[in-house]
C-alpha cells in the first residue's frame, strides 16, 4: 500500500485502493492537506470489492498520485437528475427482469433496475446511457453509479419525501377543518392543488375502483390512521399499499397534482383472485365491501366490536324481525301480507358495516312527455325500510328492520341496479336529501345513552351513463363528491373528482346525479345543538 507523508513527515496513514480516482500533479498534493497536514482521502463503497490490481497502479507513469476524489465530486450529478420524469406510483418491479428483489430508481429518466454491482441492470444503464444517480426505493438512499459510493445532499429530500411521505399528527390535525383550505400547494409546474383532492389516473376501466379510494381515504379515523401508519412488520402488502396511496393523495409536496393508483390495484387483483380488475368496468359497493372486510382482517380485526379502525368506524347493529306469511282466504287476498303479534317471531342481531336502501320502480308506461320527466323521492321516504314498521315480503317470509345502534360513519348503498334473465335494469330515480342535519333517530331503537343521531354528508358516489332503463356499462362515468372542511356555509367546499378531472361544485347541484353510495358523518354532541338551526335552513 501507498503512504503519505505530512509537511514534518512524521504521521503516516494507509491510503486504500479507491473506486473512483483523479490524477494529481505533485504542485496539488499539498491543496488536499488537512490542518493536521494528512491527506482528505473519500473512501468510496466498491459493491464488487475489487482487490486484483496491485499496489504500484496507485503511481502514474509521470509520477503522479490516483487518490480517492473528495465528496464534493459526487455533486456533478446531482443536476443530471430530471424531477419531472420521476414517477414512483408504479409497482416496483424491474423494467428489464421485472423482479421486485433490491430495485434502483434512475433519477435522471425514472425508469427501475434491478441491483447496483457490476454484473446488474442498474450498472449496465449507468454505463450505456450515461445516467449516474440513483435510489433504492426501499432504504431511499442515493448512490452514484457505476463507482457505487453513497450520496447525502438535503436536496434530495424532496424525493426522498415523494417516494415515502410521511406524516407526524400535528400534520394531520387540520386535514379536516376549514383551516385546510387555506393551505394550497403547488407542483413542478407552479400548478395549485388542494392535498387530498386530487385526481386519479385512470388506467383503463377502473373509475369504478377510484370513486371508493377517494371515499375511504376522506373518512377522518381511517385516515389518520393511514397516514401515521409505519408499516414495516408482517402487515399485509395490501394494507401496505393501500397506506402509502393515502400518504401519497395528501403529499403536500408533490411534483404532479395527481396520483396513480396502479401499483395498489394491481395488489387488489392478486388478492382477490382477479376478481377486481383494472380493464373491467364493475360496480363500486361490491369493491367496498370487499375492501372493508378485507382490511378488517389485515388490520387484525375479530367479530368483537372495535377489534379494528374498519368496525370502530362503520359498523353499527341492526334488528330484522322474521315471520312466516300465512295464506289468506280469497276475499282477502288483496289485503297486502302483515305481521301478526299473535304468532311467533324471529328476531336477530347482526351487525352491519353499510345499510341498502330500495329505490321505488320507475314507472313501466310512459308517453313521449313522461319520457322527459325523471322521478325522483325524498331521502326519509326511502329510509322508512329501517322505522321498524314497514314490512317486506321475501321467501315466504315477512321482515322488519330497525337499527340498534349507528356507526360513527353511516353508509348507505342506494340499490339503483337489478338483474333479470335478459338485461341488467337501472332505476333513474333521483333522490333528494340535504347536506347537513339529517336525524336518524326515527330509524333506531337503542339505549338512552346512544351518541347523537344528526349526520352530515361527507362523501357521495353518483352513476352517470346514457339516459334509459337499461344499465350501459360501456359508456358509464363513475363520479364523487368529497366534502373539504365542514362547519356549513362558507367553511365548507365541495370538489366533484372523475378521475383526473377535479373541480369544484355547487352544493345545490350535488342531490341531481343518480347517487349510489354515500356516507354521513356523526356530529358531535358540543356541536349538535349550535349548527342544528343553519342545518335546518340549509334543508329547506
Not at 480516482?21 to 470489492?49: H, M, Y
Request: charged share 25%; hydrophobic share 35%.
Amino acid at each position: 500500500m501507498l503512504k503519505t507523508r505530512s509537511k514534518e513527515e512524521e504521521l503516516n496513514q494507509t491510503v486504500d485502493r479507491p473506486a473512483k480516482r483523479a490524477r494529481l500533479s505533485p504542485e496539488t498534493k499539498e491543496g488536499l492537506k488537512d490542518e493536521n497536514g494528512v491527506a482528505q482521502i473519500l473512501q468510496s463503497e466498491d459493491v464488487e470489492g475489487d482487490t486484483t490490481k496491485a499496489a504500484e497502479d496507485d503511481v502514474d507513469e509521470d509520477g503522479t498520485m490516483l487518490v480517492d476524489e473528495p465528496s464534493r465530486a459526487s455533486d456533478l450529478y446531482l443536476d443530471t437528475i430530471n424531477r419531472a420524469a420521476l414517477d414512483f406510483d408504479f409497482e416496483k418491479l424491474c423494467s428489464v427482469c421485472l423482479s421486485n428483489i433490491n430495485i434502483y430508481g434512475c433519477l435522471v429518466c425514472g425508469k427501475y433496475f434491478q441491483g447496483r454491482g457490476r454484473n446488474s441492470y442498474a450498472y449496465a444503464h449507468s454505463i450505456h446511457e450515461d445516467h449516474h444517480v440513483f435510489i433504492n426505493l426501499e432504504s431511499r438512499r442515493v448512490y452514484v453509479l457505476p463507482d457505487g459510493y453513497p450520496v447525502s445532499d438535503p436536496s434530495l429530500e424532496d424525493i426522498s419525501f415523494v417516494l415515502a411521505p410521511s406524516f407526524m399528527p400535528h400534520s394531520i390535525a387540520t386535514l379536516s377543518s376549514p383551516a385546510h383550505l387555506r393551505k394550497l400547494s403547488y407542483d413542478l409546474a407552479n400548478k395549485p392543488y388542494l392535498p387530498g383532492y386530487i385526481g386519479l389516473n385512470n388506467i383503463k376501466r377502473h373509475d369504478h375502483l377510484n370513486v371508493i379510494i377517494l371515499a375511504l381515504t376522506h373518512i377522518p379515523p381511517l385516515r389518520d390512521y393511514l397516514l401515521l401508519s409505519d408499516f414495516r412488520g408482517k402487515e399485509s402488502e395490501l394494507l401496505k399499499r393501500f397506506a402509502g396511496l393515502a400518504k401519497k393523495l395528501w403529499n403536500p409536496r408533490l411534483f404532479k397534482s395527481q396520483v396513480s393508483p396502479h401499483e395498489f390495484l394491481q395488489e387488489v387483483g392478486r388478492a382477490s383472485a382477479s376478481k377486481f380488475r383494472l380493464e373491467e368496468q364493475g360496480d363500486p359497493t361490491e369493491f367496498l365491501g370487499w375492501l372493508l372486510n378485507r382490511l378488517h382482517r389485515d388490520m387484525g380485526g375479530t367479530k368483537k366490536k372495535n377489534s379494528s379502525v374498519i368496525f370502530s368506524t362503520f359498523q353499527g347493529e341492526l334488528r330484522m324481525d322474521t315471520q312466516q306469511v300465512v295464506v289468506r282466504p280469497e276475499d282477502e287476498s288483496s289485503h297486502r301480507p302483515q305481521f301478526d303479534i299473535d304468532r311467533d317471531t324471529k328476531t336477530i342481531i347482526s351487525p352491519f358495516l353499510f345499510l341498502s336502501v330500495d329505490l321505488p320502480p320507475p314507472p313501466l308506461f310512459q308517453d313521449s312527455v313522461e319520457k322527459n320527466i325523471i322521478p325522483q323521492v325524498s331521502l326519509a321516504s326511502v329510509l322508512s325500510k329501517y322505522d321498524g314498521q314497514t314490512t317486506q315480503e321475501s321467501l315466504g317470509q315477512l321482515r322488519r328492520f330497525k337499527c340498534q345502534r349507528l356507526p360513527r360513519y353511516l353508509i348507505l348503498h342506494f340499490k339503483r341496479f337489478t338483474k333479470n334473465i335478459f338485461v341488467e335494469e337501472k332505476n333513474p330515480t333521483i333522490v333528494n336529501f340535504p347536506l347537513r342535519g339529517v336525524d336518524f333517530r326515527d330509524f333506531l331503537d337503542g339505549p338512552p345513552n346512544h351518541p347523537p343521531t344528526t349526520y352530515d354528508l361527507i362523501v357521495n358516489v353518483i352513476h352517470e351513463s346514457v339516459a334509459g332503463t337499461t344499465r350501459d356499462k360501456v359508456n358509464t362515468a363513475w363520479k364523487v363528491h368529497l366534502r373539504a372542511g365542514a362547519g356549513g356555509g362558507d367553511h365548507e367546499k365541495w370538489y366533484q373528482i372523475q378521475d383526473l378531472i377535479v373541480e369544484e361544485v355547487r352544493k345545490e347541484m350535488i342531490f341531481l346525479g343518480e347517487t349510489v353510495l354515500q356516507i354521513w358523518e356523526r356530529r358531535d354532541a358540543s356541536a349538535s345543538a349550535p349548527v342544528g338551526k343553519e342545518a335546518a335552513k340549509s334543508a329547506v
